[in-house]
């Protein structure tokens, strides 16, 4: 449960609001606002002192000396939207996609503590977390037990010492999500022992169960399981609601589920729409143009869920689920004062934007930017090795090919050592994986990732290590030294030319500036990509996904090439 922060001094000075002898910060008045347990539109007045609820109902304070009085009449009034699922380093930061998702009304994040356990101690994770904690925003985080890919020091950074003192901080709201599953049914009694701690201290489970049998979810349950995110038919969603699962439905980038799902579900007339919730899963920057939770809830409208439910499963259900509904998700004393303004309860992108008691958007312009963090505990990503003509070797009789943006499978390649150079138009290119320190590297062939690619390389994956992909040996290699002097980034080239990139200045994963920018650069890559023969829906989750084990059938990690369903390395790395 999150930890209370305010102290004796400050609730004596909100009962003071109460009888008179201290004024609020902020009325406001004629307010027709979303009650969470009484599911109806109601009518009064709210009182904020700071970042607190200290009033709703009809009367208006006594004092209203050094008050704000804001009539709200004719507008409507929802708790501040709760993204219940997010990965905050999809090219973007923490920070800056905060800020960006703050202007549509989600000013609240359950965050993944991946990339903060791969980068470094949790000394310096939890310094970059009370960073955040001092924006007028809301972070929460879970608690990763394996890393979704094969790492030789696995054990180190997921030791149980470390594992159990982020289970033991108030912000962390759960364990899992659990990618590593197979394990456990394999008897894995460290990553049980983790899911029992977690459920001691009040924690949920989430789960990572795509296209589950009945026989797993039910195993799952027992080991621990809560919630799942991964249904994507209506069959999957009845078959976690019968188990007793928390049901969270999916609109990413890669997998828009949500539209489908709520239309069979309204079809159907499930009243089960108090036990859902919605999340855009880390999604990439682009899928956000037009918004994050409240781009879900105006799907819920559209297909037909009452404006009541579609809000609830975007704030309310998450907070009463995540235990934090003493906080969140609900409009009444005490809570925090984070409240977003519609025109009207079809409009879920607000007009206006409270979080904590802060003015984050007035009257559709944003009037606050969050202080600048300081990233400098990632570092730079600095290659101090060049790539050489022995390195691009490929003579490996194990490809991958794409059958969509995430799930590859093994064919055989049949690509001679000596040829520098394969034909456009071929659906097949190189691809190396080379570790950020130059130690080893692993080179195979990829099939369905493009057509036309000539050179490519990226920073941004699974593990920090650098992703190697073209047509052209001399281009992969101009690639390698363009990211080199970015320190850390994508980039595209051709003919020794860069077409498109993207600098991640943070980390060599991270990009250091606002959202609507960071979109620009990616959709420019992305048509880039698509221009030569890139025919899946998201490039970036391919460059993500590679070296993901928790997804069948064949990857490429650190280890070497990696056969997931066997759980074996068919061929391992090579060391430089």
């Known amino acids: 449960m999150p930890e209370i922060k305010w102290k004796i001094q400050n609730i004596r000075e909100q009962v003071a609001v109460i009888d008179g002898k201290r004024a609020p910060s902020i009325v406001l008045k004629n307010a027709r606002y979303l009650h969470s347990i009484y599911k109806k539109w109601m009518l009064g007045n709210i009182w904020i002192l700071g970042d607190r609820i200290v009033y709703v109902g009809q009367e208006m304070p006594v004092n209203t000396s050094r008050t ?7 507008k409507t009034i929802v708790p501040g939207y709760i993204e219940p699922h997010v990965h905050p380093y999809q090219l973007y930061n923490p920070q800056s996609f905060a800020q960006f998702a703050s202007q549509t009304g989600t000013t609240t994040f359950l965050s993944d503590n991946m990339t903060f356990v791969l980068s470094f101690q949790n000394k310096k994770a939890f310094t970059i977390i009370q960073q955040l904690n001092e924006l007028p925003f809301s972070f929460y985080w879970w608690s ?8 030789e020091n696995e054990d180190e950074l997921f030791s149980n010492a470390s594992v159990l003192e982020w289970l033991d901080r108030h912000d962390v709201l759960l364990g899992g ?16 022992y983790w899911i029992q701690s977690a459920k001691h201290k ?9 296209g589950a049998s009945e026989r797993t979810l039910v195993k799952m349950k027992l080991l621990g399981a809560d919630g799942d995110h991964e249904a994507m038919t209506l069959e999957e969603v009845e078959n976690r609601i019968l188990h007793g699962y928390a049901v969270t439905l999916r609109h990413s980038s890669i997998r828009p589920d949500l539209p489908n799902l709520l239309k069979s579900i ?7 729409f108090d036990h859902l919730m919605m999340t855009t ?17 105006r799907v819920a409208l559209d297909a037909g869920v009452s404006p009541i439910d579609a809000y609830q499963m975007a704030s309310y259900n998450v907070a009463r689920y995540y235990n934090m509904s003493g906080l969140h998700g609900m409009i009444a004393t005490g809570r925090f004062a984070t409240l977003n303004i519609l025109a009207d309860e079809l409009t879920p992108t607000p007009e206006s934007v409270l979080s904590k008691g802060v003015w984050l958007k007035r009257d559709g312009a944003q009037c606050y930017t969050f202080p600048k963090m300081d990233w400098s505990l990632f570092g730079k990503l600095d290659l101090d090795f060049d790539l050489q ?23 055989s390649a049949k690509i001679h050592a000596n040829t520098s150079m394969l034909s456009e138009g071929s659906d097949e290119s190189y691809l190396m994986l080379v570790d950020r320190k130059g130690r080893w590297r692993v080179n195979t062939m990829i099939k369905g990732f493009d057509t036309g690619v000539k050179g490519f390389a990226s920073s941004y994956s699974n593990t920090g290590d650098i992703i190697l992909i073209g047509k052209s040996i001399h281009d992969m290699a101009c690639a390698f030294q363009e990211l080199k002097s970015m320190n850390g980034g994508i980039v595209l080239v051709e003919d020794g030319q860069v077409v498109e990139s993207i600098p991640l200045t943070i980390g060599g994963s991270m990009f250091e500036g606002n959202v609507e920018e960071l979109i620009q650069k990616e959709v420019a890559l992305k048509e880039a990509l698509q221009a030569r023969g890139y025919k899946h829906c998201d490039a970036i989750y391919t ?26 390395v068919m061929i391992p790395s090579v060391m430089r």
């Open 389 to 411: 003509e022995d390195d691009f070797q490929f003579s490996m009789p194990i490809g991958i090919g794409m059958v969509n943006d995430v799930i590859t499978k093994p064919y």
């Open 68 to 74: 704000e009085i804001v009539d709200v009449e004719g």
């Open 144 to 151: 990763r037990f394996d890393s979704q890919t094969e790492l």
């Open 177 to 192: 999500e659990l990618t590593g599953w197979p394990r456990l049914l394999r008897g894995d009694d460290q990553m049980l």
């Open 202 to 210: 009040g924690k949920k489970i989430e789960g990572h169960f795509p």
């Open 543 to 568: 460059l993500l996904f590679l070296q993901s084990t928790h997804l069948p059938y064949i990857r490429i990690t650190p280890r070497g090439i990696f056969d997931v369903m066997k759980n074996a």
């Open 266 to 272: 309204v079809e159907k007339e499930h009243a089960i």
């Open 281 to 297: 899963d880390g999604s990439t920057p682009s899928f956000h143009q037009d918004g994050v939770m409240d781009k879900c809830i």
